[in-house]
């Protein structure tokens, strides 16, 4: 069975530090990967996406992730965060020919 | 611009009455769409799938008798939540995809139900 696990609620980071929005996967077959950003009262906005190619995938807003097939992992990463970063973060993946799963959500506080 | 539009994006009614939710994919066809719900500070419910062109599948624990879903066609889904209550209040999600690599979500809907 398909699962995706964020193992943190929340991650706290000051302003202009790295930040990194751990995911972890279990697919059967190839995985696709994606982030969703999600503001308050907002739908999911999209972040990036890996399907196939180069294992560092750079999406909105200067944020990037990295595939690992070995740790069967894509985690989300920016190299200083904002203020305005502040917001939900959801991990999703979909094996060959499977519905999507998603994670349960990070929680993410950038502090000034 | 949106990928996926949802309409409306906040709606209040009164206990008893029915509430469409209407979820439109812009400039893809979507095989599937997804609904979700989601209640305060907590992450998406998946709700229900639905496929064009056939009955959706609903998640367990979810009323499919109040929660009418119809895909009639590649690029709309509507949700109708009928003799809404106000345990219904919720913010209502869907999202769309060709069941390949797009996936993209509108923007939701809060519902109040007074």
């Known amino acids: 069975a398909q699962s995706v696990a964020q193992p943190e609620d929340q991650v706290n980071v000051a302003e202009g530090n790295p930040l990194t929005v751990k995911c972890t996967y279990s697919v059967s077959g190839n995985p696709y990967l994606f982030w969703y950003v999600q503001y308050p009262n907002r739908g999911l906005q999209f972040l990036l996406k890996y399907i196939t190619g180069d294992n560092l995938v750079k999406g909105s807003y200067g944020f990037e992730a990295e595939f690992n097939k070995s740790q069967t992992s894509f985690h989300l990463k920016k190299p200083s965060a904002l203020v305005s970063d502040s917001a939900l973060y959801f991990c999703?993946?979909?094996?060959?020919?499977?519905?999507?799963?998603f994670g349960p959500g990070t929680r993410l506080s950038v502090l000034p | 611009g949106a990928v996926v539009s949802q309409h409306p994006s906040r709606v209040i009614c009164k206990s008893g009455t029915s509430v469409k939710i209407e979820c439109r994919s812009l400039?893809?066809?979507?095989?599937?769409m997804f609904w979700y719900r989601q209640f305060p500070k907590q992450s998406l419910m998946l709700m229900a799938t639905s496929n064009e062109g056939s009955k959706a599948t609903y998640e367990q624990g979810v009323e499919k008798d109040k929660f009418l879903i119809n895909h009639a066609s590649l690029t709309l889904s509507t949700l109708t939540v009928t003799s809404a209550h106000p345990e219904d209040s919720s913010f209502y999600i869907c999202s769309a995809t060709d069941m390949v690599e797009k996936l993209f979500f509108g923007s939701g809907t809060q519902l109040s139900v007074l």
């Open positions: 400039d893809f066809q979507a095989t599937t």
């Open positions: 999703a993946v979909r094996g060959d020919g499977q519905n999507f799963v």
